[in-house]
């Protein structure tokens, strides 16, 4: 679909200087495009302390004016997930009309970060000049639930995509990358704005179970009543209706969705944001859930298991596929994770052949994460278990 303007591959022959160099000017010749927009990297730990040579050499030969990137311990190119990678991934796009800049943020500034102007100011990126963001962050030194809250705040409904860098677990060291240089804390980000969007597909590999249901008292991470019963009651008949083989399934796979938009008149798979039950009391009726629900929220409750998680990133890519069937799409990333791939499904790609299946050919880059971003409704959130894929897109009108 969009083989002219994105290209991606792998490379594995570790630090041979001369032969990465060659490789990198023989895949900027792969893209018959005038010029690349942008490179994206993403590196196995094996090249740590090489970071900054292998990034000068892509820059240099394969022609690229905005490199950005991170670490990952699971690699994908194409339609290929590459676990346990050592070698790194390299994706160059063409993105006609573009405006971009790579951004570079700290924990420092996450603590100081107030009001609805901060990172505009501090980016030089204004709220109504950005389109999307494609972020990555170092995991151990930057506290990403608070870095998103205030983005969200400064650059409200902008969708952001990426995931967590990974390293050598349980090693806690990852890099990220922006043109040459490597960071070993905080964050990188590029602001795509002009004739380019961003749009995808969030898959918190869940599918729904039961009806969707009411929260009528809420104390914290407790939730007590659901429709004025008890909750724990609630979940009990939802799981006691459903047939015997999937009360089976939901055996140690219960998880509950919150409503992002409680103004839909009906929801639909990718309408909740999924978080953990992380526990109940049948004396007591409460349950405990990973999140802040809210009185008067919408909920269902959630499978997650290879099944679920297959059925709802198929039935995801097809609805964005018909979504977008008169967009010109110029490529894509994709984001795992950890949690994902031969480890859950049985065998490997299963994420990037479904990505392909349905808008490939088309080159994708992308990495095993140690915790996905994306937006559900609105708003962005860091999720697990979760496959983002963030398309470059043509801006509509």
Known sequence: MSE?????????????????????????ARL?????????????PKFFPHAEQVLEILRLDAQIPLLVGCSGGGLVANAEELEGATGLVLALYSLPGAKLKGVRFTQEQVEAAAGENFWPVETGVAQDKVNGWLAFLDPFHLDGE????????????VPVYGGLASGNFPEPRAQVYLDGEVFED????????????????????????????????VEQNLIRNIANRPAYAVLSETVQNLPPE????????????????EYLEDFHRGDFLV????GGDPNSGVLAVGALPRMGQTIQFQRRDADAASEDLKELLAREKTRLANTKIYGGCLFCCNGRGKNLFGRPSHDSELVQAQFGPTGIAGFFCNGEIGPVGDRNFLHGFTAALALFVKKSA
Not at 4 to 27: F, P
Not at 246 to 260: F, P, S, Y
Request: hydrophobic content about 45%; glycine content about 12%; some cysteine.
């Open 275 to 278: 978080r953990n039950l992380l």
């Open 146 to 157: 608070k870095w998103l809250s205030s983005w969200n705040r400064n650059y409200s409904t």
């Open 186 to 217: 905080g964050g990188v980000a590029i602001a795509v704005g002009g004739d380019v969007a961003l749009d995808g597909v969030i898959s918190q590999g869940c599918t729904p179970i039961g009806e969707a249901w009411t929260l009528t008292r």
């Open 32 to 44: 018959p495009a005038k010029s690349v927009s942008l490179g994206l990297v993403f590196m196995s």
């Open 246 to 261: 999937e009360q089976r399934k939901v055996q140690g796979n219960l998880h509950i969705g919150l409503a992002v938009n």
């Open 4 to 28: 002219e303007t994105s290209i991606a591959a792998y490379w594995s022959d570790g630090m041979n200087v001369a032969g990465l160099a060659d490789w990198a000017r023989r895949l900027r």
